[in-house]
Nanobody, 118 residues
Framework: QVQLVESGGGLVQPGESLRLSCEAP????????MGWYRQAPGKQRELVAI???????DYGDSVKGRFTISRDNTKNTVYLQMNSLKPEDTAVYYC????????????WGQGTQVTVSL
């Protein structure tokens, strides 16, 4: 069973920053895409940001200009730098990994809670 280890969530005030990390086992090769998705209570899971092995990126409209995704292929780790956080960013953030040759995500993290509140 492949386990993705997420860290970095927490409680912050509006306007502050957080950095999430997600590490996949070093034994996994051929990761094509690493991504972050989030799910708020009563809402569907939505795209936050994804990054390919060549560092091509895509962002959800609500986070463009505020969040930055990056990746260290040597460590099988993806990061999400979140700046200018808003209360509507409050959600459980999930890390996902899609392998080469796969049409969908193969592995998911357990989720990390991000709460933005006064």
């Amino acid at each position: 069973q492949v386990q993705l280890v997420e860290s970095g969530g927490g409680l912050v005030q509006p306007g502050e920053s957080l950095r999430l990390s997600c590490e996949a086992p070093r034994s996994i090769n051929n990761i094509l895409v690493m991504g972050w998705y989030r799910q708020a209570p009563g809402k569907q899971r939505e795209l936050v940001a994804i990054i390919s092995k060549w560092s091509n990126t895509d962002y959800g409209d609500s986070v463009k200009g505020r969040f930055t995704i990056s990746r260290d292929n040597t460590k099988n780790t993806v990061y999400l730098q979140m700046n200018s956080l808003k209360p509507e960013d409050t959600a459980v953030y999930y890390c996902g990994v899609r392998m080469q040759g796969s049409d969908d995500y193969n592995y998911w993290g357990q989720g990390t809670q991000v709460t933005v509140s006064l």
